[in-house]
Nanobody
Framework: QVRLVESGGGLVQAGGSLTLSCAGSASNFVINVMGWYRQFPGKEREFVATITRDGITKYEDSVKGRFTISRDVSKNTVYLRMSMLKPEDTAVYYC??????????????WGQGTQVTVSS
């Protein structure tokens, strides 16, 4: 089984900071790439950032320089530090992970989501 549990969402003023956490667990699999996506009302889920087990990161253009993704591989935990937040960052944020067994990616998983609201 695979489980991803997010925490850290909430209400913050524009220009402020917020850090999200996601604790992962997987039986009979190794958690591979982890990341964050977000979903605006009425729209499809969108990429935010990902990080590999050895620390290689990717970011969506609008969050570059403002958001930082990090990871504790030993704890299967990924973080998203969000700074200089804007009202347009308001969304439900989802933790993501893929799992590998015998050098093969076996599945892709999502957390339950956590609401981030930025007020002006």
């Amino acid at each position: 089984q695979v489980r991803l549990v997010e925490s850290g969402g909430g209400l913050v003023q524009a220009g402020g900071s917020l850090t999200l956490s996601c604790a992962g667990s997987a039986s009979n699999f190794v958690i591979n790439v982890m990341g964050w996506y977000r979903q605006f009302p009425g729209k499809e889920r969108e990429f935010v950032a990902t990080i590999t087990r050895d620390g290689i990161t990717k970011y969506e253009d609008s969050v570059k320089g403002r958001f930082t993704i990090s990871r504790d591989v030993s704890k299967n935990t990924v973080y998203l530090r969000m700074s200089m937040l804007k009202p347009e960052d308001t969304a439900v944020y989802y933790c993501s992970a893929d799992v590998v067994r015998d050098e093969t990616v076996w599945g892709y998983y999502w957390g339950q989501g956590t609401q981030v609201t930025v007020s002006s």
